[in-house]
């Protein structure tokens, strides 16, 4: 039966399983061949770095890492970056985690690059951990981060923290900056920023991307990392390659994969319309 | 009043909380906080309902069907393990319940999120044809947005990257934000029917 189809006909009817298998063989292929992609600064990115290292040492940002590990692959080379500039710059960083599923991996990261730089818990950085409902948490930290949080992720009472005797609030940091992958990343802008005006700049997966222009935009956002990308060019412009330079290789060859399929796919269908249509 | 008393109470509530919203007075704070612990404790409430409801329905679908038997077995014994682990207040690098999340739990979300790059090549390949006008600039649109990440000698790259820009930044951004507002007014408008008392669907309907 299959035989005595026309070409057009076999390019449209390729079975989903050889796709699968085209998906599986490309993204082997920067694996077995490595190469490097060069990555173009786009505004929005450049937004966030500079508004990091304007900082002086000592400044405060607020580092909200609200992904779980289904979005670990795009986000986390984002927080990696951010955290070694904060590190470098010496500035304090307040990290809260409000995916339920983020605070052992969050706790595994912080302590891993803090340990690098040689920073210390509760004297460069405070992490406080996970509460439920992420819009009254957020609230409620722009009234004092003691209401959700009286002690931090490892039990330790924030008053007792000495990096946060004179943070109380979203007045005492100089931004948010949230890496999510879900609905959190709206709840910074409509309470964070919105209620209590905290300039807050977002990194979100690649799909996620094109939902936070209209904040850029509107200024409710002054800084975008979306997806792999995002984290690729902000790794550049720390001159210090990580997961998501090496991960880019992985994308261009996937997302040609799926050129080249739309390609084939429409080449078999107007030569099918035309086929059909001359046959009339 | 078994109707009267719970629309009066989301009434008072409702009314409270969007007034407490514009005033920022320590008065108005302090509500704030106590009103979410009360929101943090009703969770609370719901988490053994949850476990219950969880173990319960697998259990049935387990006795009903021997083929579900493996998967609800793998269900609650992750459960128990995953619940047992967490109770213990050790939460070091090699606690049992940090390489049960390091180990299978990262693995597990992160394989099911990169299933995703397989559909996505299937269903482009499907649905991306040019079968009228509307299909065809949804196709130019995302091939020239995916070319993005390609890297094309110049000036074609320079081209390409501007084009993305501008995409994302008009046509993309009128929509979004179209989107975003009518879905706001759609939910002050749900709220408000909820606080006056004309939406009832929360309290299991209107009878």
Request: proline residues 6%; glycine residues 8%.
């Amino acid at each position: 039966m299959r035989d005595g189809m026309a070409w057009y006909d076999r390019l449209l009817n390729i079975d989903r399983r050889w796709i699968y298998v085209l998906m599986a063989l490309v993204v082997i292929v920067p694996a077995v061949r490595p190469f490097t992609v060069p990555v173009g600064i786009s505004g929005e990115v450049r937004a966030v770095h500079e508004a990091i290292e304007a900082q002086p040492a000592g400044g405060v940002i607020h580092l909200a890492i609200d992904y779980d590990p289904s979005t670990l692959a795009e986000l986390q080379p984002m927080a990696e970056a951010i955290l070694h500039q904060c590190f470098d710059k010496d500035l304090r960083l307040v990290i809260t985690a409000l995916s339920q599923f983020g605070p052992a991996m969050v706790d595994e990261l912080v302590t891993r690059v803090a340990t690098e730089h040689g920073k210390q818990r509760d004297v460069h950085y405070a992490f406080l951990g996970y509460k439920p409902y992420p819009a009254i948490t957020i609230l409620a930290m722009g009234s004092d981060y003691r209401v959700p949080f009286p002690t931090d992720y490892y039990g330790t009472a924030v008053d007792a923290i000495p990096m946060m005797q004179d943070i109380h609030n979203f007045s005492d940091v100089a931004c948010v900056v949230s890496l999510a992958g879900g609905n959190v990343a709206d709840m910074w802008i409509q309470y964070g920023n919105a209620k209590y005006g905290v300039p807050v700049a977002l990194g979100v997966t690649g799909v996620m991307a094109s939902d936070y222009y209209p904040y850029l935009q509107s200024g409710q956002i002054f800084g975008l990392l979306p997806g792999v990308k995002g984290a690729a060019e902000y790794e550049s412009l720390r001159e210090r390659p990580g997961q998501a330079s090496r991960g880019m290789p992985y994308q261009v060859t996937s997302h040609l994969l799926i050129i080249i399929a739309m390609i084939v796919a429409n080449v078999g269908y107007i030569a099918q319309r035309r086929a059909h249509a001359g046959g009339r | 009043m078994k109707k009267q008393i719970p629309i009066l109470i989301v009434f008072v509530t409702g009314l409270i909380m969007v007034l407490q919203f514009f005033v920022p007075h320590a008065a108005s704070e302090f509500l704030f906080t106590y009103a979410n612990d009360f929101v943090i404790v009703i969770g609370i409430l719901a988490l053994p309902l949850g476990i219950f409801s969880l173990m319960r329905g697998t259990v049935i679908k387990a006795r009903k069907d021997p083929r579900e038997r493996f998967y609800a077995i793998v269900t609650i014994v992750g459960f128990l393990v995953m619940a047992i682990a967490n109770f213990r207040r050790d939460s070091g690098p090699d606690s049992l319940a940090q390489n049960l999340f390091s180990y299978v739990m990262i693995p597990c979300q992160a394989t099911i999120f990169s299933m995703l790059a397989f559909y996505i090549a299937s269903a482009a390949y499907r649905a991306f044809r040019v079968r009228t006008w509307l299909a065809t600039v949804l196709l130019v649109t995302a091939f020239i947005v995916m070319l993005r990440i390609v890297p094309l000698p110049e000036p074609f790259s320079s081209w390409n990257s501007s084009l993305v820009q501008w995409i994302l930044a008009v046509p993309n951004m009128a929509s979004k934000r179209a989107i975003i507002i009518g879905v706001g007014l759609g939910a002050i408008s749900y709220s408000m029917k909820i606080i006056l008392g004309i939406e009832r669907g929360y309290m299991g309907g209107d009878k």
